[in-house]
């Protein structure tokens, strides 16, 4: 199984600050990457996937990032609805695995 | 639009079957996967496993001996079958579509389900 890795778990940001999540994989996944958002209560959410691309409705402030076992989520300029959890996820092999999830919270 | 939404029981007993199903609305079961992922409580996600529209499976082997995922003949929903549980399954369960490329572009707003006596 591919193993996630993501840093730092819990990030303190202020609305307006430009913020990145960090994902590593075991094993190069090339760009087989993808990231959530998941707030209590609501659907989760696809943000990016293929490690750049970014899903359709989705904010422009959002990017991804990186290829290989390295991988990056930025956040351009936060918002107030960005205060969620993100997970990536590698769709390299199955099983498909996640990491553990960063959680942004307001500083 | 598609939409998804889980149903089934919030309590099950230890040792005993939990059985969800995913409706699908606003769009076709055909020409896609449709996985269950879970996230235990305090914990992170789990992929369980996803099954094509024309039935062929695929689990997580961490799982797979307690699983099984079926489209109902109605083609509009399918379903998860987990037997044998215990407190370590007390989770929220997703359903979500999934594309060949492996990620999931449409989920559900999530059921939870409590393993207890």
């Known amino acids: 199984d591919f193993h996630m890795t993501q840093s730092p778990s819990t990030l303190s940001a202020s609305v307006g600050d430009r913020v990145t999540l960090t994902c590593r994989t075991s094993e190069g996944i090339s760009s087989s990457l993808n990231w959530y958002q998941l707030k209590p209560g609501k659907a989760p959410k696809l943000l990016i996937y293929s490690a750049s691309s970014l899903q359709s409705g989705v904010p422009s402030r959002f990017s991804g990032s990186g290829s290989g076992t390295d991988f990056t989520l930025t956040i351009s300029t936060l918002q107030p609805e960005d205060f969620a959890t993100y997970y990536c996820q590698q769709s390299y092999s199955t099983p498909l695995t996640f990491g553990g999830g960063t959680k942004v919270e307001i500083k | 639009q598609v939409q998804l939404q889980e149903s089934g029981p919030g309590l099950v007993k230890p040792s005993e079957t939990l059985s969800l199903t995913c409706n699908v609305s606003g769009g076709s079961i055909s020409s896609y996967y449709w996985s269950w992922i879970r996230q235990p409580p305090g914990k992170g996600l789990e992929w369980i496993g996803y099954i094509y529209y024309s039935g062929s499976t695929h689990y997580n082997p961490s799982l797979k001996s307690r699983i099984t995922i079926s489209v109902a003949t109605s083609k509009t929903q399918f379903s998860l079958k987990l037997r044998s549980v215990t407190a370590a399954d007390t989770a929220v369960y997703y359903c979500?579509?999934?594309?060949?490329?492996?990620?999931?572009?449409?989920w559900g707003k999530g059921t939870t389900v409590t393993v207890s006596s």
């Open positions: 979500a579509r999934n594309l060949v490329t492996g990620y999931m572009d449409v």
